[in-house]
Nanobody
Framework: QVQLVESGGGLVQAGGSLRLSCAAS????????MGWFRQAPGKDREFVAA????????YYTDSVKGRFTISRDNAKKAMYLQMNSLRPEDTAVYYC??????????????????WGQGTQVTVSS
């Protein structure tokens, strides 16, 4: 049974930082590209960042470039999202996602094979 479990969300003031983690189990982690999506209240889920199976390729949506950094540790079966200079518009539920592919992540992560349950990030102004 595949499980993706996010952690690290919380409440932070604008300009602050958070580090999200995604712990994976039940899959051969190193054969999956991984990514983060988010969904704000009343909005569709949107892509945030992705990282290839080996970590050599990353891709970000324009609104987070230069502020967020995605990384992974295949030995620990974990993925991370370091979020700096947070803004109120970053407030959302953040989801971990996995897609089995060895391709570079040049345009996001689609389709997604597995989703996590989400972790809330709230940025106050």
């Amino acid at each position: 049974q595949v499980q993706l479990v996010e952690s690290g969300g919380g409440l932070v003031q604008a300009g602050g930082s958070l580090r999200l983690s995604c712990a994976a189990s039940g899959l051969t982690f190193s054969t999956y590209a991984m990514g983060w999506f988010r969904q704000a209240p009343g909005k569709d889920r949107e892509f945030v960042a992705a990282i290839s199976w080996g970590g050599g390729s990353t891709y970000y949506t324009d609104s987070v470039k230069g502020r967020f950094t995605i990384s992974r540790d295949n030995a620990k079966k974990a993925m991370y999202l370091q979020m700096n200079s947070l803004r109120p518009e970053d407030t959302a539920v953040y989801y971990c996602a996995a897609r089995r592919t060895f391709a570079r992540v040049t345009g996001g992560l689609s389709p997604v094979d597995y989703w996590g349950q989400g972790t809330q990030v709230t940025v106050s102004s």
